[in-house]
């Protein structure tokens, strides 16, 4: 009975409500469960306030990391556009914004410019335009870090692309963009030429 007393002293304890953090609270209400017999209430009650503890201090951390994602294409209408042929390597302006989560991609420039330094997903599709051939690559500040090629179908009205997707460690500042080298085209209608990327994580600098 004095126990049942001091528990109902006490505050209840206050759990943190995350979707990243269910597995985790999961796992510690069971390790308490599988406790409980041979523990008292009290050393049960202050066992779950040192893991919640925890918990909210990665929630916290979790939630200050930086968010960053975005998709977009080559045109903005629906019309059907051929992008190309130039007499130079040409950086593709993918004009279209679906997504761009933390503004890291400048949709005047179709530059990509990494805000913290981490690791990093993107990924490029290129479909073939009127010149026959979709010769492009993706550049970390002017070097080739994936490429694509593709040519074209000689039937009327079927077009084939090329896809390509590389991790990169990039530091904070680094540029990454799309290039289309001299003498190809890409095609697009605002929906199959893409350029995408997103952060899977940071990397501490320390």
């Known amino acids: 009975m004095r126990t049942s007393q001091t528990s109902q002293q006490t505050s209840p304890t206050r759990f943190v409500e995350s979707p990243a953090m269910e597995s985790v609270l999961a796992v510690v209400v069971l390790l308490c469960c599988c406790m409980v017999e041979t523990q008292t209430e009290s050393e049960v009650d202050?066992?779950?306030?040192?893991?919640?503890?925890?918990?909210?201090?990665?929630?916290?951390?979790?939630?200050?990391?930086?968010?960053?994602?975005?998709?977009?294409?080559?045109?903005?209408?629906?019309?059907?556009?051929?992008?190309?042929?130039?007499?130079k390597y040409t950086t593709v302006v993918y004009k279209k914004v679906t997504t761009n989560i933390g503004e890291a991609y400048n949709p005047d420039t179709g530059v990509f410019t990494a805000l913290v330094r981490g690791a990093y997903y993107f990924t490029f599709t290129c479909n073939v335009g009127n010149s026959g051939k979709a010769n492009a690559a993706l550049l970390k500040n002017g070097v080739n870090m994936a490429a694509v090629y593709e040519t074209a179908n000689p039937k009327p009205n079927i077009y084939h692309s090329g896809t390509n997707g590389v991790i990169l460690d990039l530091v904070e500042g680094d540029k990454v963009y799309v290039v289309l080298w001299s003498g190809s085209c890409i095609f697009d209608n605002s929906r199959i030429s893409m350029f995408s990327g997103y952060l899977l994580f940071p990397i501490d600098n320390k």
């Open 46 to 87: 202050g066992l779950l306030r040192e893991l919640t503890a925890r918990v909210e201090k990665l929630e916290s951390e979790y939630n200050g990391k930086p968010k960053v994602a975005f998709t977009a294409s080559v045109r903005v209408s629906d019309e059907h556009y051929h992008l190309g042929p130039f007499d």
